[in-house]
């Protein structure tokens, strides 16, 4: 039974570019949820996806957006980066909203 | 709004002793903590998860208490090898339907 898995493992991109990472939820999973940690930072959430429909979402700007398909599986997408949204992101999946979350590897993208 | 706390932010100790790792909440109606261990650039692995009801839960060498009156929990570890050097990081679920909070993290050296 595959985990919570991420693509790519690792990005580069330059300031004012537009970024879009991936999260496929552990088997029988239906709600996803994001997070971006900081260098020596706890994880911080950005927000929750649940029946295709953001449900939660943390104290981030329009810049970033998501989406979640019928399979449960959910982008992450981030407009005119900026030299400050270099980070892990974290994706995490659980069943329904207030489910035990199990966390994906990351992506660790840079920002230059 | 709920803060998670985490003390001491690093910790190292010569291999075989043992040892707590703290956690503060402000906000004590929880729906569980958990406890989760980062390796270097990894993503988080789920050590434990207490639910409100409980007061302590165990596996292997660690064991994890929950104070939720006074807003605590420790995180204990026996004979403590190499291998636990990690970050741990403590996250609390609020009720309510709330993302889950982090703490910075305790960033653990275990010296052969």
Do not use: M
Not at chain 1, 47 to 60: A, C, D, K, L, T
Not at chain 1, 61 to 79: C, T
Not at chain 2, 33 to 46: A, C, E, I, N, V
Not at chain 2, 53 to 58: A, K, N
């Amino acid at each position: 039974d595959a985990g919570v898995t991420q693509s790519p493992t690792h990005l580069i991109k330059t300031r004012g570019q537009q970024v879009t990472l991936r999260c496929s939820p552990k088997s029988g999973h239906d709600t996803v949820s994001w997070y971006q940690q900081a260098l020596g930072q706890g994880p911080q959430f950005i927000f929750q996806y649940y029946e295709e429909e953001e449900r939660q979402r943390g104290n981030f700007p329009d810049r970033f957006s998501g989406h979640q398909f019928p399979n449960y599986s959910s982008e992450l997408n981030v407009n005119a980066l900026l030299l400050g949204d270099s980070a892990l992101y974290l994706c995490a999946s659980s069943l329904n909203t207030i489910g035990h979350q199990y966390f994906g590897p990351g992506t660790r993208l840079t920002v230059t | 709004k709920q803060e998670v706390t985490q003390i001491p932010a690093a910790l190292s100790v010569p291999e075989g002793e043992n040892l707590v790792l703290n956690c503060s909440f402000t906000d004590s109606a929880i729906y569980n903590l958990q406890w989760f261990r980062q390796d270097p650039g990894k993503g988080l692995t789920s050590l434990l998860l207490i639910q409100s009801s409980q007061r302590e839960q165990t596996s292997g060498r660690l064991n994890a208490s929950l104070d939720k009156s006074s807003g605590r929990s420790t995180l204990y570890i026996a004979a403590s090898q190499p291998g636990d050097s990690a970050t741990y990081l403590c996250a609390v679920l609020n009720s309510g339907n709330t993302p889950l909070v982090f703490g910075k993290g305790t960033r653990l050296s275990v010296i052969a």
